[in-house]
């Protein structure tokens, strides 16, 4: 069992950047595919971006590609989202994710491990 905490939201400008962190408890976070999703008022949850166990892999959702790296570092138990260009879309409570599957995917099912979430706003 893994325990996440997310941190490093905020209030941004449009085009400004941030950086997500997601600290991971236990000593097995090497063996957990890790992603990141959102949702924002009134909407779904929503993939964002996902990266192997290794980190030699991610994936990205069309709509944060090219502006979203997601990284992780295993000796930390940390993974990362950095956000930059941000759009005033990109509003949202943002979640990391675990899932003991190395293959990544988009599919929020697949993940068995939530945090609690940090909100970002981007002011247009």
């Known amino acids: 069992q893994v325990q996440l905490v997310e941190s490093g939201g905020g209030l941004v400008q449009a085009g400004g950047s941030l950086r997500l962190s997601c600290a991971a408890s236990?000593?097995?976070?090497?063996?957990?595919?890790m992603a990141w999703f959102r949702q924002a008022p009134g909407k779904e949850r929503e993939f964002v971006a996902a990266?192997?166990?290794?980190?030699?892999?991610?994936y990205y959702a069309d709509s944060v590609k090219g502006r979203f790296t997601i990284s992780r570092d295993n000796a930390k138990n940390t993974v990362y989202l950095q956000m930059n260009s941000l759009k005033a879309e990109d509003t949202a409570v943002y979640y990391c994710?675990?899932?003991?599957?190395?293959?990544?995917?988009?599919?929020?099912?697949?993940?068995?491990?939530w945090g609690q979430g940090t909100q970002v706003t981007v002011s247009s």
């Open positions: 994710a675990a899932s003991p599957k190395n293959s990544l995917t988009n599919y929020y099912r697949s993940y068995d491990y």
């Open positions: 236990g000593r097995t976070f090497s063996t957990y595919a």
């Open positions: 990266i192997s166990r290794s980190g030699g892999s991610s």
